[in-house]
């Protein structure tokens, strides 16, 4: 392992964090697919080999970009942005829809899809902590904040919000986290929620007052899961996918039912990806999960613990966004499956199956890595010279 150890540079920790999650990955995926496997066809083993080569790819790109120098990231930061941006707009119109949703642009000879919010996320985190350090001095700036901060904000969320709600949501969220970091004044950033509040009250009036016009196509999906989650309608048919996450994890109990033997997995749609942690803990058990919540944390913490280690300022908001984009997404996979939030469509990161998702989660891991890699060149160079002193 030590060998194999030496040519990965960086945090070490988070490299084995890594490492056992994707290893976890393949067993878990292979085991939750049952329902796949019923409604679309094919066999355990035919997703499994496809999330396998996922997973290589990832992988291989993370290895590659932690071995590069974090500001070409920084330098290419604006031309990122524009290609997510470039995405978003062709999936708006052009995008392959599932589920009432165009999220997805299919790959052209390959016939994967790839979705472009995966993408989005990480190229506003970067352009972000680009901004929050070359426009410092213009925060005052009103038409500045709103041009170069608010600006990217708006566009990457709007384009996201028709279709995956809860992806935009997060990724406000966390931008709002990175500009309360990067001491963006206060009174803008409540300004910015505030008049963020207004918009929606205004688009929801409009849409529920205009229906024709369609404003918001998903409107009635996104209420109807928060009455059934809350309302009287909790336990109606229709939530059943919900109740059965619930299940499941009571039906884990301490220990798990064994790895193959969950029941629920076979009735839960999205069991290995929306629902990923309720089938978890049905076949694993609850001591399992507390271990996966407390591997994450560990995630978070070395990754912080990166960013606040860079000398470089630009390097300390890119690597504490992505920590905080990772959690985030984690913590609501594990809100939705016990309850706590309404049914949306986020997955386990680097565990539930879903190939832009655990390739975008590489590439960003790689990142931070990239960012420790220099962190401890800037060390040893530093004690050389003391010592040649």
């Known amino acids: 392992m030590h060998k194999f150890l030496k040519y990965l540079k960086g945090d070490r920790v988070i490299w084995i964090v890594t490492i056992l999650f994707l290893g976890l990955s393949m067993v878990s995926v292979y085991s939750f697919v049952p329902i796949l496997v019923k409604t679309e066809g094919g066999t ?15 992988f291989s790109a993370m290895y590659w970009v932690h071995r590069q120098d974090p500001k070409y990231i920084e330098k290419l930061s604006k031309f990122i942005f524009i290609v997510a941006v470039g995405l978003l707009v062709f999936t708006f119109f052009f995008g392959v829809r599932v589920n009432d949703a165009s999220r997805w642009v299919r790959v052209p000879i390959i016939g994967l899809t790839f979705q ?78 505030g008049s963020g509040i207004v918009l929606a009250g205004v688009l929801i009036l409009t849409h529920i007052a205009l229906p024709a016009l369609n404003i918001l196509p998903r409107f009635d999906t996104w209420v109807n899961r928060f009455f059934k989650a809350y309302g009287e309608e909790g336990a109606s048919v229709e939530n059943m996918q919900a109740i059965n996450a619930k299940l499941a994890i009571h039906n884990g109990g301490y220990t798990g039912v064994g790895v193959g033997d969950g029941d629920l997995k076979h009735y839960t749609p999205e069991a290995y990806a929306d629902f990923y942690y309720s089938s978890f803990v049905e076949e694993f058990g609850l001591f399992s999960a507390v271990l996966l919540i407390f591997l994450y944390l560990i995630l978070f913490y070395r990754i912080l613990r990166i960013g606040l280690n860079a000398k470089n300022l630009f390097e300390t908001y890119l690597a504490i966004g992505i920590g905080l984009l990772l959690l985030t997404q984690a913590m609501v996979n594990m809100f939705v499956c016990t309850g706590l939030m309404p049914v949306t469509g986020q997955n386990m990161p680097f ?22 890699y220099k962190n401890d060149m800037e060390g040893k160079s530093l004690n050389s010279n003391k010592k040649s002193e």
Not at 44 to 58: N, Q
Not at 351 to 372: Q, T
Request: charged share 10%.
């Open 44 to 58: 355990p083993f035919s997703y499994l080999f496809k999330h396998v080569i996922y997973i290589v790819i990832g």
């Open 351 to 372: 565990l539930a199956m879903g190939g832009s998702a655990m390739m975008m989660s590489c590439v960003s891991l790689g990142i931070v890595l990239s960012i420790a």
């Open 116 to 193: 472009s919010s995966d993408f989005a996320k990480l190229a506003l985190v970067i352009l972000l902590s680009r901004r929050l350090v070359s426009e410092q001095e213009y925060f005052t700036s009103w038409k500045n904040s709103i041009f170069k901060i608010i600006f990217p904000i708006l566009v990457i969320c709007g384009l996201i919000a028709k279709d995956n709600f809860s992806t935009a949501a997060i990724i406000f969220m966390v931008s709002l986290l990175l500009l309360f970091i990067g001491k963006f004044p206060m009174s803008k950033i409540l300004t910015f929620i």
